[in-house]
């Protein structure tokens, strides 16, 4: 038996969304790294479902998902790395407390302590 | 004579000296120019003296070339210029040596003395000029400096728009003057007085020509002279210093308008229209100006309006044909005018600064110098034989009688009674009866120098006195110049060489009825001021609305103010609105647009990530959702 395509796409889409909410609110950088990684899964959900039982289905759409998966874990490290360097300069991972490029320079310099 | 170039150019040097160095020569000032005016008035005399035993004196350079015309300048003595010469350097010296001890409380007496001096200069230049082009830049010249000179005490308010007030009545004459030598260079190809009255008297410039162009020069004249309609400039005028009004009433200035119209005569000359108006602007103006004179109760402005009745004589004079009489008076009336507000202003002095003839009164025994000397110079107004203005007056009523009509006559009758009365009613009301100035001192005295001296009235020093007894001698025998019994020397000096045709000369009985309409005046002033045999509101009170209508100048500033000013001021105030509304009000609305919807955005550039990715987010949704719709997948 055979699952319909709108079943992945609903819970990539779900997913994606749910992954999005996280990067948009969360105030943990943590947080906000692995919602990123949540919305990349939802996006190899779709991948992978349209190879199998997509109106093309070839191999195609697996190999790019195995590539968004090696990209994804190369961007966790170096996201993890961003993230270690930026608690020891600045002793916080709060995204609040991040907004350098603001046009209030008052406000950022007064965040710095 | 070929040094006469250096009459004007002697206080030209004293107001440079005192441009640069006034602020360090301070009161020393006034010598700078009492010794430029002495020199000026020392080549006066001898230019007087060799244009007498001469001929007229001309130089003339060339100024500018365009085309085939050429511009010139330079200077000539004549025979009106040469007594002109005189006037005003008498007149300038005696004011200059008056207000060293006028003005010597004042710490911008270096600039009063350069505006003094700035202001002979722009006379004496505007006397020798050759050309008519030359005597308008002169011209201008003497409007700036009695502007500046009203003004002097410019943070007087009444001081400061008065001398606006001066200087835009007569703008409007001078408009009409430069419209009028705009057409006569069109007609005549020339500026230069020799050769506008040759066309003139050619014929080379037709009748209505001729008409317009004398009546436009003749503007400017009433703007200058303040004549009616405008003459509401000069009784303002009475802000500035005492000693300028001397010099404005006397020597410059109003005498500037009716030198025009004499240097222009054969032009009025060859239009009957343009004399006739001439005439009549004359007469009216006397007869308006004396009755203002009656009520009035500031001694300036008493003055101020007999200044305009009196030019108004000697418009009379040249509007009907008396050339000399006219040219006579001015001479004679600059003498005994600068006498009376030389006078005027030792009074002013003598009472604390105050000008109401109401607070005054008893100073004959107190200030004898001034008080005769004033005496003499009313006596010289009202003319009474055989003071300058007795001879001069006589000739004027002579020729507004024979060249005239009944009614020019009359009406300069009926002035001449009022010269005799308000003139009166002035000297005895300021130096007889009982001082009534003696308990306000403190109230009026008008913040000018705390170091005032209060209490009693008392001579002043020789500085003020000497010119005065000087201008009392001028106006006792001024008149003699053009004496009847040896032929009128004046006469034949200033009409030899000119083609002006007979001037009237009257008969005896005219010199006596002129003589009698004085006395007539005086008389009545004795009974209402000194004697007190007719109560002093006698007149008053039989027609107050007569009274009140000459209290207020015939509202004629009222009604200026509301046909012309009022419009003028609402054209502008709708202009100004129009620029600050629409076209700033535009430039404004783009700057405002910018700068605020900058800082609306700005508002949102707040360095917090999660924001961006949110409007990226929204506006991903809104470009997703317009496409959708585009391509109709919502139905």
Redesign the interface.
Known sequence: MTVPISYFLVLAAVLFCIG?YG???RRHLVIVLASIELMLNSVNINLVAFSAIGPYADITGQVFSLFVITVAAAEAAVGLAILIALYRNRDSID??K???????KEK?VSTLQ | MQLAWLIPVFPLIAFLILLFFGRLLQEKSAYVGIAALALSFIYSVLALFERVGGETYTYVFEWMTFGETSLTMGYEVTALNAMMLIVVTVVSLLVHVFSREYMHEDHRIHVFYSYLGLFSFSMLGLVLAPNILQLFIFWELVGLCSFLLVGFWYFKPEAASAAKKAFLTTRIGDVGLLIGLVLLFNEVGSFAYADIYAAVENGMVEQPMVTAIALLVFLGAVGKSAQFPLHVWLPDAMEGPTPVSALIHAATMVAAGVYLVGVMYPVFLASETALTVVAYTGAITAFFAATMALVMTDIKRVLAYSTISQLGFMILALGTAGYVAGLFHLMTHAFFKALLFLGAGSVIVAVHHRQDISVMGGLWSKMKITSVTFLIGALAIAGIFPLAGFWSKEEILASALLNGNGFLFGLALVTAFMTAFYMFRLFFKTFTGDYRGAHDDEDEADGHGEDDHHGEPHENTGFMTMPLVVLAVLAVTAGFVNLPFIGYPLEGFLTAGLNLGDQPHGELWLAFLSLAVAAGGILLAWAMYYKGSISEDFFAAKAPAVHKLLLNKYYLDELYTAVFVKPTVAVGRFFWEMDKGIVDGMVNLIGRFTSTSGRTF??T??????TY??VS?LGGIVVIAIAFVLRGYFG
């Open positions: 999005l990067v948009l609110t995204v609040i991040h907004d350098l490029l603001g046009t209030d950022s | 700005g508002k550039h707040n360095g917090q990530l999660q990715g949110v987010v």
